[in-house]
């Protein structure tokens, strides 16, 4: 009995407001919809460019109008490289408010570039590279992996947006690593891609 009140006597009563209602638990958010959502967006917005791109005739009208957009392009991918690269360098450092403006800043450049380039095509059509040779060998390899790679890029940005501004930061670390040197990659060679093009005419 002596022994029995001693070992009661030693335990301390848990602090008020500890524990939470079973109610109140935290559970993992469910990410499957959205992401899938984020899919399905994606991929309706490739089929339209591919539409734009392949099937689309542009109005002989309009052939000489806005002549400024590819590189209106070409800038809106470098200065999204450029915030892409701060960004990373920001992350590198914990600076987390930076890193996330730099990031925002990016996607806007981004953003206003898929604007820009669906009106471009939209008027103009595709441009055909007028060289010859060894160089457009390059100038094509470079621009498959550019369009290739900016098709995987959009969900995979958007996905990585979406963990960030959920705060499911461990899935946003995760894809960002792979995430950013496409995006990189994307942003630097549609400003590769402009400038072989106006070197080759």
């Not at 089929?47 to 009208?61: D, E, N």
Request: proline share 6%.
């Amino acid at each position: 009995m002596m022994r029995r009140r001693i070992w009661h006597s030693t335990l301390k009563p848990e602090p008020e407001g500890k524990h939470l209602p079973v109610t109140q638990v935290a559970q993992p958010s469910n990410t499957r919809l959205p992401v899938i959502a984020i899919v399905a967006v994606s991929a309706a917005a490739v089929s339209f460019l591919l539409w734009l791109l392949y099937v689309h005739h542009p109005p002989s009208g309009f052939a000489e109008r806005l002549r400024f957009l590819p590189a209106l392009n070409a800038v809106l991918n470098g200065l999204s490289a450029i915030a892409l690269t701060i960004g990373f360098s920001f992350i590198l450092r914990r600076r987390i408010a930076a890193h996330r403006a730099s990031m925002m800043t990016a996607f806007a450049f981004s953003s206003i570039f898929l604007v820009s380039y669906i009106v471009n095509h939209a008027l103009h059509g595709d441009t055909i590279y007028p060289g010859h040779g060894a160089v457009r060998n390059v100038y094509l390899t470079i621009l498959l992996t550019h369009v290739l790679l900016s098709v995987v890029a959009l969900p995979m940005v958007l996905t990585t947006f979406f963990f960030a501004l959920t705060g499911r930061f461990g899935p946003h670390r995760r894809i960002a690593r792979f995430t950013f040197p496409i995006w990189l990659y994307v942003s630097i060679t549609g400003v590769v891609v402009y400038a072989m093009l106006r070197a080759a005419r």
